[in-house]
């Protein structure tokens, strides 16, 4: 297996390290283990079903889930990995399914990448942790040095390491509230910014992030956001001029908050549980004025849509805009818990000493995890792959479009795409179509995931490593399978 053969070739002069060749370290790895190829499990890229799905171990495994494991945790699919490379992931009963997940876009350069594998086993025999705060060092270094050279803006930045998500937006506000000395905080209807107590107050949907979870965090306010398909059904101009929808949300935001009071605007630049939803050309731009007019941070929540996944290191980049601060997870460390702050270093510096931090945050092994993630990224030139999946998915998707009317929008950026689905007559979210598409591209061996307040939209997140067949391959069974609802 080619773990970089993508179907179509990079440019000949583009910098790119062959993946297919192991490290010493690793090579003396492989030779004491033959199910192994090149440092990674050896997973033949190819939709392969062998059982029913789920299969009778992944049955097994989900009756144990049941009386182990807390009812409160979803689960999207009945089906237990066993290995996962490239853009596919074989479960325990040997069914190799297609990844156009990539676990919530977390394995952005697929999983078990060769240079993490390499780099995180290093580091697993150097020490394992002694605690940055305690006695720091250098990769947690090395890796905030890496996202203030590469996040949006030429000044002057700084970064803090934590390790999910949701730590990294209560930081941001944390932040934000020490710099500006004000307390308010406005997140965007449709948002999705995390489970804590906090985030779950800066989340929009209720069912099932918020619902028997309160008392939430006060002064958090919500505004409008610009959702181009939704606010075309009822004013055209509002879907298509971006500062005309920020006009909207800045005029609530002014009135019922006030910019004296307001710490923080908050906002995915492509939001990602909320549907994928790409704000109108204008929109970021225009908010982001006026929060510099008005002393208000502006927190760019990159958790979903940063470290390439957009076909940019970060989705704030399509706008030409420099956040203030950015939140990044997921796809920053392939799948070793780690999360950051990035921002300009008269903000990020305004936190007292030991204001910031936590026991874990920068683990060692997710910060190796990390420098590998971003040396691959730009060594495989996977920022122009994303580019090409996009314009793979849309036009294989636009093109379904065209001839069934229950597909409302095709939309997102790079290897972040979504269809939402709708009733022909009234554009009605159709959230029972969406759902019985995802539970058949499952049974087909395929692995998408649903998103959206209305639950009505279908996402695909795959590996920039999934090859052109293999995505293709995947679109061809969910979009057959759609054709037959
Ligand atoms: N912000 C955004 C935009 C997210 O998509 C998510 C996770 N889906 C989070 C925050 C929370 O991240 P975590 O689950 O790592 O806490």
Redesign the pocket.
Known sequence: MCAASWGTPPPADSPRLELTDPTPQRASRLASSPDRLFGVSAIEQSRHIVTKIPGPASLELTKRRAAAVSAGVGMTMPVFAARAAGGIVEDVDGNRLIDLGSG??VTTIGSSAPRVVDAVSAQVADFTHTCFMVTPYEEYVAVAEQLNRLAPGSGQKRSVLFN??????ENAVKIARSHTKKSAVVAFDHA?????NL?MALTAKSMPYKSGFGPFAPEIYRAPLSYPYRDGLIDKEMATDGELAARRAIDIISKQVGADNLAAIIV?PI???GGFIVPAEGFLPALLRWCRENNVVFIA?????GIARTGAMFACEHEGIEPDLI?I??GIADGLPL?AVTGRAEIMDAAHTSGLGGTYGGNPLACAAALATLETIEADGLIERARQIERLMKDRLHAVQASDDRIGDVRGRGAMIAVEFVNPDDAEPDAKLTNALATAAHAAGVIVLTAGTFGNVVRFLPPLTITDELLSEGLDVVTGLLGAL
């Open positions: 919530i876009a999910s998500g949701s730590e990294a937006v999705y910014h995390g489970r804590t985030t995915e939001q990602g549980e929540d990159e958790v979903q849509t939140c997870a997921k999360s």
